[in-house]
């Protein structure tokens, strides 16, 4: 009963772009401080970006500042990743995590986005591909 639900990945040119949903179910997520991560092959999960359960704080990695923007909508219990000028290197699983408490919400304030340690439920992901 309690789960968050990726979608909106898909297959896109690069230059790009696409708008990622992360829908909670079971609990509320203007509760909990969201974020968003990827990971491909052989390679680390990488933070991108979060957001505050409030909304009045939101931060971004450096590989994606500037071309990601995230944003919620409280009435749908959904969080958005919209992303724009995708490159071949975005290609990944994308997920969204929420987290509830004040570490987690003090760590997105700061400014760090992190790798997703402490998260309390996970999205099982949603597959971009950025291909020419």
């Known amino acids: 009963q309690v789960q968050l639900v990726e979608s909106g990945g898909g297959l896109v040119q690069p230059g790009g772009s696409l708008r990622l949903s992360c829908a909670a179910s079971?609990?509320?997520?203007?509760?909990?401080?969201i974020g968003w991560y990827r990971r491909v092959p052989g390679k680390e999960r990488e933070g991108l970006s979060c957001?505050?359960?409030?909304?009045?704080?939101?931060n971004y990695a450096d590989s994606v500042k500037g071309r990601f923007t995230i944003s919620s909508d409280n009435a749908k219990n959904t969080v958005y990743l919209h992303m724009d000028n995708l490159k071949p290197e975005d290609t990944a699983v994308y997920y969204c995590a929420a987290g509830y408490g004040q570490t987690v919400q003090a760590m997105c304030v700061m400014g760090s986005v992190t790798k997703g340690y402490g998260m309390d439920y996970w999205g099982k992901g949603t597959l971009v591909t950025v291909s020419s």
């Open positions: 079971g609990f509320a997520l203007d509760s909990y401080t």
């Open positions: 957001i505050t359960s409030s909304g009045a704080t939101s």
